[in-house]
T-cell receptor, first 112, second 115 residues
Framework: GEDVEQSLFLSVREGDSSVINCTYT??????LYWYKQEPGAGLQLLTY?????DMKQDQRLTVLLNKKDKHLSLRIADTQTGDSAIYFC????????????FGAGTRLFVKA | ETGVTQTPRHLVMGMTNKKSLKCEQH?????MYWYKQSAKKPLELMFV???????ENNSVPSRFSPECPNSSHLFLHLHTLQPEDSALYLC??????????????FGNGTRLTVT
């Protein structure tokens, strides 16, 4: 089946690292994505990783992929109050055309 | 300026009204999408158009009617809505549905309230 799961909430202190986790079920994932949604806005693509990679780093963001366990994580280093948002994990699966499956989103609270 | 623009940003309508939501993308993409985002619910895919042809309709009630006159524009025509249709309606675009890495690019949404 096609399912992407995330925990609903995460609270961290400013300056700490945040780790947002995601699990998916479909083996035909090609790319996995992280999106950020701030209040009153749409989803903004943050980063992505190809399903054959283990890790991708982009400034404060580190994406780790464990393909065997179908587990994806997003680490935000030195978390700032501006990082408070909802983070969505998504996978692109090959169904003859490509289809994107979204998780329910993790709401990140950053305490000053 | 965002690559995907949605208008209006906010809309309040009565159950007997007819209104339309508009989406325009300036990214040269060929696939466009409508999503519904309600409080405490996952994103719901409503419709997909690929090269102006509708490729997906996720059992959406007929009171929602999409229109895609060209690859850059997408409309959602609304009539006789119900209060439970109140939500944030998000438009997105992607290169197309055949490309290997084709992430979605979203607009900022239309916040719809049905009274």
């Amino acid at each position: 089946g096609e399912d992407v799961e995330q925990s609903l909430f995460l609270s961290v202190r400013e300056g700490d690292s945040s780790v947002i986790n995601c699990t998916y079920t479909d083996s035909s994932s090609t790319y996995l994505y992280w999106y950020k949604q701030e209040p009153g806005a749409g989803l903004q693509l943050l980063t992505y990783i190809f399903s054959n990679m283990d890790m991708k780093q982009d400034q404060r963001l580190t994406v780790l992929l464990n393909k065997k366990d179908k587990h994806l994580s997003l680490r935000i280093a030195d978390t700032q109050t501006g990082d408070s948002a909802i983070y969505f994990c998504a996978e692109s699966i090959d169904t003859g055309g490509f289809k994107t499956i979204f998780g329910a989103g993790t709401r990140l609270f950053v305490k000053a | 300026e965002t690559g995907v623009t949605q208008t209006p940003r906010h809309l309040v309508m009565g159950m007997t009204n007819k209104k339309s939501l508009k989406c325009e993308q300036h990214l040269g993409h060929n696939a466009m999408y409508w999503y519904k985002q309600s409080a405490k619910k996952p994103l719901e895919l409503m419709f997909v158009y690929n090269f102006k042809e509708q490729t997906e309709n996720n059992s959406v009630p007929s009171r929602f009617s999409p229109e895609c006159p060209n690859s850059s524009h997408l409309f959602l025509h609304l009539h006789t809505l119900q209060p439970e249709d109140s939500a944030l309606y998000l438009c997105a675009s992607s290169q197309d549905q055949s490309s290997y890495n084709s992430p979605l690019h979203f607009g900022n949404g239309t916040r719809l309230t049905v009274t």
